[in-house]
């Protein structure tokens, strides 16, 4: 059986598409082949993925990913929150658009289509009773989040009707994500970690006594493929899951880089802060109740110290 | 100046129309015009009045509406809840991409127009905490609520980068609506009123045991019309109101009829109960917190032996 992802040459879509495969099996069923569908292709060596290089919001590109044996599609690819502020329309096309052309494409094929969706704690804005939970209202204060949580209606919607089977992960933010730093508002958050270790300065641009919600790559990738093996008739009628995280303040974080790597690490982050930056992240809820997700089987991380070493250990495997 | 108010041709924007050209003003601004854009003519004779005739998911019906003065849009026209559920690319055009059309409009014409957005309690689903406020989760069971809720996160974010100033009331259900009965699923709670004070049968298809959460037209008329002239200063930053409605059971709305026109009266309601009406007003809550609405200066109605006698009236002056 064949599964599509969408993003599937970013990190989290080429480590899920790794995920699957060596996991073998979903819902019962032998996965052979993974499609990436992105903008460049898939970077794993692997000869059951092929990728479909094109842009997602054009729908002729989405048919080409689609299989006689698709039995599931994860949706993860978007335009990052500051990039979608900055271009309204481009982040409306790619971000909600496709993810409707998407979800028309499972529906016409008719065969109940497993849909992940990866949507973000950027659909939440600030003010709302803490912890949130899943019957907090969205009320996002981007366009990111904006477009991430009427995709999540339309996902809920098209699920209720039966045309997709499908399932709903908003994302803490990802700490330390590998690579360079990107257009996401919250991609500081992995820098300030990640280019000390690798002898580099960071920019912390926002007042670091501010808590954010994070989650280790390992986890998320654990977490979404666990998703897509979920048994829906487990959810709520409502199949929006709130990723379990950790709450830790950017001072935290920065306290254990010089528990794991010294002083020298955290003397390469400089401090200037960034009002449009602070303006995002600030709107984000620092702190969620887990519970729901964990009654679900959804992992959790504990300690941030470990996910600093996870990261040295990964820099160290490359 | 002048405002255009799609659904024209009906109950709520005909009324509403009368109602702010008799206001005379919005925001200091006289009101010379109002452009009714709707399936039909606005049935109100007035030579402020004018009306565009068209589909509203046609851009180029919707150019025609606008004038060089318009300093307003009243957005109410929609394919309501029983029809959306039955045609779900139908109401994904009217209620959601039309939306989407009216607001692109507005924003191109770069005049920070007013935008009045009637939403409704159908965003809400079952099981959440009671009573209901501005802070919980759309979770809709319905494609029109789903369209609705989508059509909100639009009009909050247009508002917040300034495109428009939007403004969002959840209307709940309207009774006593005139007129004959139509494919809401809520058509059911003014028949019962309406239809035995004119003499005809009216059939009950839910448990007159169910709670359901409402309004009266005259209410909701002068609270629109409030809306519209709200400065938005005032709100908090999301642009939702959950505008303020009375709790009551369908048998407790049958005994204000008995109370106001006689047992005659409540005798010509037949029970039938309709399990398709009944699985979409079940999922609608019953009960919700007036309190942001009433400190921004909305009505609420009291009495439904009022409402009734209301509407009594209504049909004596026709």
Same mark, same amino acid.
């Given at each position: 059986?064949?599964?599509?992802?969408?993003?599937?040459?970013?990190?989290?879509?080429?480590?899920?598409?790794?995920?699957?495969?060596?996991?073998?099996?979903?819902?019962?069923?032998?996965?052979?082949?993974?499609?990436?569908?992105?903008?460049?292709?898939?970077?794993?060596?692997?000869?059951?993925?092929?990728?479909?290089?094109?842009?997602?919001?054009?729908?002729?590109?989405?048919?080409?990913?689609?299989?006689?044996?698709?039995?599931?599609?994860?949706?993860?690819?978007?335009?990052?929150?500051?990039?979608?502020?900055?271009?309204?329309?481009?982040?409306?096309?790619?971000?909600?658009?496709?993810?409707?052309?998407?979800?028309?494409?499972?529906?016409?094929?008719?065969?109940?289509?497993?849909?992940?969706?990866?949507?973000?704690?950027?659909?939440?804005?600030?003010?709302?009773?803490?912890?949130?939970?899943?019957?907090?209202?969205?009320?996002?204060?981007?366009?990111?989040?904006?477009?991430?949580?009427?995709?999540?209606?339309?996902?809920?919607?098209?699920?209720?009707?039966?045309?997709?089977?499908?399932?709903?992960?908003?994302?803490?933010?990802?700490?330390?994500?590998?690579?360079?730093?990107?257009?996401?508002?919250?991609?500081?958050?992995?820098?300030?970690?990640?280019?000390?270790?690798?002898?580099?300065?960071?920019?912390?641009?926002?007042?670091? +006594?501010?808590?954010?919600? !994070?989650? $280790?790559? =390992?986890?998320?990738?654990? @977490?979404? *493929?666990? %998703?897509?093996?979920?048994?829906?008739?487990?959810?709520?009628?409502?199949?929006?899951?709130?990723?379990?995280?950790?709450?830790? +303040?950017?001072?935290?974080? !920065?306290? $254990?880089? =010089?528990?794991?790597?010294? @002083?020298? *690490?955290? %003397?390469?982050?400089?401090?200037?802060?960034?009002?449009?930056?602070?303006?995002?992240?600030?709107?984000?809820?620092?702190?969620?109740?887990?519970?729901?997700?964990?009654?679900?089987?959804?992992?959790?991380?504990? @300690?941030?110290?470990?996910?600093?070493?996870?990261?040295?250990?990964?820099?160290?495997?490359?």
């Amino acid at each position: 059986m064949h599964i599509i992802i969408t993003g599937g040459a970013g990190f989290l879509g080429a480590r899920l598409a790794a995920k699957l495969l060596a996991q073998g099996t979903l819902a019962g069923q032998p996965i052979s082949h993974v499609t990436s569908l992105d903008l460049a292709p898939c970077p794993i060596d692997d000869e059951r993925i092929d990728s479909v290089v094109g842009d997602i919001s054009d729908p002729s590109v989405i048919e080409r990913a689609f299989r006689e044996d698709t039995i599931a599609v994860c949706h993860l690819a978007a335009i990052v929150s500051s990039h979608a502020e900055a271009e309204f329309d481009e982040g409306m096309q790619v971000n909600f658009d496709a993810t409707r052309s998407l979800l028309e494409a499972c529906r016409h094929r008719g065969d109940h289509i497993r849909f992940l969706f990866s949507s973000s704690l950027a659909v939440f804005g600030p003010g709302m009773p803490s912890p949130l939970n899943e019957q907090t209202a969205p009320q996002p204060r981007s366009s990111y989040g904006t477009q991430k949580a009427m995709s999540e209606l339309l996902v809920n919607d098209y699920s209720r009707r039966g045309f997709i089977d499908g399932r709903i992960c908003r994302l803490p933010t990802i700490v330390v994500r590998p690579g360079r730093p990107n257009r996401a508002a919250s991609s500081f958050a992995s820098s300030i970690i990640r280019e000390p270790l690798g002898g580099e300065e960071a920019i912390c641009p926002i007042d670091p +006594e501010f808590a954010i919600w !994070i989650c $280790s790559p =390992e986890t998320i990738i654990n @977490n979404l *493929a666990h %998703a897509l093996s979920l048994d829906t008739e487990r959810m709520e009628v409502c199949r929006t899951i709130n990723l379990p995280g950790m709450s830790i +303040e950017v001072r935290e974080m !920065i306290e $254990s880089l =010089e528990r794991v790597a010294g @002083n020298d *690490a955290s %003397a390469r982050i400089r401090y200037e802060r960034d009002p449009q930056i602070e303006a995002i992240v600030y709107s984000w809820a620092p702190l969620f109740d887990n519970r729901y997700a964990l009654s679900l089987g959804f992992d959790v991380d504990e @300690n941030f110290d470990d996910i600093v070493r996870a990261h040295q250990h990964h820099m160290a495997s490359q």
